[in-house]
Nanobody, 126 residues
Framework: QVQLVESGGELVQAGGSLRLSCAASGRAFNPYYMGWFRQAPGKEREFVAASRWPTGATYYADSVKGRFTISTDTGKNTVFLQMSSLTPADTAVYYC???????????????????WGQGTQVTVSS
């Protein structure tokens, strides 16, 4: 069993930066991929970024490419999402997710992941 706990979400002004963290716990935590998704009110949960674990290829949604960076700290079983040049369109609940089984759908799809955190609210004011 894997538990994921996000933190770092808060209210920030447009143009600002924020770093989200996702701490994982559980026996022998060794996922294939870690991902970040977000869900705005009235919208579906959408892909933001993903990273091969422990390090390797990274993937980004077009809407965040060049502004967001996903990174990992394997010693702390933590994945980060560094966000910059934030706009009100980035306002959402941000979720991290872990893929622990192989041969899953592409990492941009929600059903690629086996475990999800509870989410952290990011609000960007104009």
């Amino acid at each position: 069993q894997v538990q994921l706990v996000e933190s770092g979400g808060e209210l920030v002004q447009a143009g600002g930066s924020l770093r989200l963290s996702c701490a994982a716990s559980g026996r022998a935590f060794n996922p294939y991929y870690m991902g970040w998704f977000r869900q705005a009110p009235g919208k579906e949960r959408e892909f933001v970024a993903a990273s091969r674990w422990p390090t390797g290829a990274t993937y980004y949604a077009d809407s965040v490419k060049g502004r967001f960076t996903i990174s990992t700290d394997t010693g702390k079983n933590t994945v980060f999402l560094q966000m910059s040049s934030l706009t009100p369109a980035d306002t959402a609940v941000y979720y991290c997710a872990a893929q622990v089984r192989p041969f899953r759908p592409p990492v941009s799809q929600r059903d690629a992941y086996d475990y999800w955190g509870q989410g952290t609210q990011v609000t960007v004011s104009s």
